[in-house]
C-alpha cells in the first residue's frame, strides 16, 4: 500500500519521512493540493453497482487512492483557482466546490491518518486545547481571551503588566507574530482588543521551554535552553542560539499529555510547556502540524522514523 503525504514537495519534513518510508520498503506519493484543479485533476467515480474510483491525475502521473492505506495530513495547502474566473462571486463559488469536492473525499477514505483532517480541525482550536488540558490534569496559565478592553484591564492590573504575555490564534506567514510580554507602552492600546480577541496569560517563568513531540504512544521530549537566548518569551525568535537537549518527563506528565492527545483525536502533535523553578510543568499549546526536524537535528531523536513507521505499518480502520 502506498503513503499519501499531504504537503509541498519543497517541505522538508516531508521530504525527511518520505525518504525514511521509502528506506523501510514502502512507497510515498507527495500531492500539493495548491495544483488542484489548475494543475492536477480530480475524478470521484461511483458506479450504480458498489464500484467506485477516487483520482488524483497530472504531471507525474496518476494518484489512485484504492492504493492508499496511509495519509499524512502534513501541510494541506489552499486550492489556487484560474486567473480566467475574474468575478468575485464566481471565484467564490468555484472556492466552495472544490473545497465541497475535496472534503467529501477525505471523509469517504477508508485509511489511517496522521491526522484526522475533522480532528486536526478541532484539534487546532487554542480554546479547545486549554479545556482538554485542565479536564486530564495538566497545569495551564491563568488565561484571558477576550475582546473586551476593560476585562482585559482587570486581567492585567491583577498579575502585574510585567507579568502578562499575550499570543493571536493564527501564524500566517504574511501575519506571523510572536508571543510578546506586554510592554508599558502598549497599555495605551489596550482599546484595540475590542476589533478582535486577544489571547493574554500569566507568564511563566522557565527553567526551559520544552517542545515534546508525540506519535502514537511515543513521546520525544526535548528542552529548549530559550532563557539563554535575546528573546526568552518565546523561543522560536532566536532558535538558533538555543542548546536543545533531550530530556525526561515525569511520568504523570507523559500519562496526561497522552491522555490529552487521545481526547483530542491526534495521532501526531508538537506540545509546547514551559518547566518553572519550582519543578511544574505548565501546558501552553499543542500544533497538530508542528515543526520537529530541528529537535531531531539537534537531539538525535528519531521522530522521521517513527513517523515513516507508524505510516507504513497503519491498517485502515
Keep these: 500500500m502506498t503513503v499519501l503525504v499531504i504537503a509541498t514537495e519543497s517541505d522538508p519534513h516531508t521530504r ?5 518510508i521509502e528506506d523501510l520498503g514502502g512507497s510515498a506519493e507527495v500531492l500539493d493540493l495548491s495544483r488542484v484543479p489548475q494543475r492536477t485533476s480530480l475524478s470521484i467515480r461511483y458506479t450504480c ?11 507525474g502521473g496518476t494518484i489512485d487512492l484504492a492504493d492508499v492505506g496511509a495519509i499524512w495530513w502534513r501541510r494541506p495547502q489552499q486550492p ?4 480566467e474566473i475574474t468575478d468575485p462571486t464566481h471565484r467564490l463559488f468555484a472556492a466552495n466546490e472544490t473545497h ?10 477508508d485509511a489511517f491518518w496522521i491526522n484526522d483532517p475533522a480532528r486536526d480541525h478541532v484539534a487546532h482550536r487554542k480554546v479547545k486545547q486549554l479545556r482538554v488540558a485542565q479536564d486530564v490534569g495538566l497545569r495551564i496559565p491563568d488565561t484571558l481571551i477576550t475582546c473586551d478592553p476593560g476585562a482585559a484591564r482587570q486581567f492585567i492590573d491583577r498579575h502585574g ?10 501564524a500566517l506567514e504574511e501575519e506571523w507574530r510572536e508571543t510578546r510580554v506586554l510592554r508599558d507602552e502598549e497599555l495605551e492600546l489596550l482599546d484595540a482588543v475590542r476589533f478582535a480577541p486577544v489571547i493574554f496569560q500569566e507568564y511563566i517563568e522557565a527553567v526551559y521551554d520544552l517542545r515534546i513531540s508525540v506519535v502514537g504512544r511515543e513521546v520525544f521530549p526535548a528542552a529548549i535552553h530559550s532563557q539563554q537566548t535575546d528573546y526568552p518569551a518565546d523561543f522560536r525568535m532566536d532558535m538558533d542560539n538555543a542548546d536543545i537537549e533531550p530530556v525526561t518527563l515525569p511520568q504523570e506528565v507523559t500519562h496526561q499529555l497522552l491522555d490529552l492527545m487521545d481526547r483530542l483525536g491526534l495521532v ?3 506540545i509546547d510547556m514551559r518547566l518553572r523553578e519550582d519543578g511544574r510543568y505548565v501546558f501552553l ?5 508542528g515543526q520537529w526536524l530541528f529537535i531531531e537535528e539537534k537531539t538525535r531523536q528519531p521522530i522521521a522514523a517513527s513517523l515513516a513507521r ?8
Design 285 to 289: 499549546e499543542v500544533n497538530p502540524a
Design 16 to 20: 525527511a519521512v518520505v525518504g525514511t
Design 268 to 270: 501526531y502533535g508538537a
Design 100 to 109: 465541497e469536492a475535496l472534503s467529501g473525499l477525505w471523509y469517504a477514505l
Design 80 to 83: 489556487q483557482l484560474s486567473s
Design 49 to 59: 453497482c458498489g464500484e467506485r474510483t477516487f483520482q488524483f491525475g497530472g504531471e
Design 161 to 170: 503588566y510585567r507579568a502578562v504575555a499575550y499570543k493571536s490564534f493564527s
Design 310 to 317: 507508524a505510516l507504513v505499518t497503519a491498517h485502515a480502520p
